[in-house]
């Protein structure tokens, strides 16, 4: 009986590392998987918002695609893994796509990058160590909205 309770202190000291490393594993994925889905959100809405105000001179186009992205300016992550600015193009970005003559009003992609910072990028560092891989854990996010001009006009 004496040595039953060592026992059970000793198992419960293996145990418990591997217990709170699950834990807060799926805790960070979840965070991860949080802003990840705030960043998809955010580039449905531009393209859906980009989409609509097409334009035939490409300058006004710009100009309201840039008016699109300040309208995500001091838009924050739910939990900041990711770095990430509305207002750079390098994170955010929108473009015309394949106009034809048939099809003035090409498509629209929205492009969001967002790197890893922090805690994540040391993460990342360890488990291309274990596995021999090159990732980086950036988060790249292209969305596609088709023109209801295409799809109007095909008879």
Known sequence: MRFQRGQSIVEFA???PLFLLFTFSIIYFGCVFADYVT?????R???RAAVVLQQEDAAK???DYQK???GFKGQKLPFDIYKWDS???KYFDIQYKNPTDSAPNGNVEVTVNAELQGF?????HIINGLTDSNNTGNLSITYTMYSEYNWSNKK
């Open 14 to 16: 293996l145990v418990l």
């Open 39 to 43: 960043l998809g959100t955010i580039a």
């Open 45 to 47: 809405s531009s393209a």
């Open 61 to 63: 186009q710009q100009g």
């Open 68 to 70: 699109i992205r300040e």
């Open 87 to 89: 207002g750079d193009k």
């Open 120 to 124: 994540g990028k040391t993460l990342v």
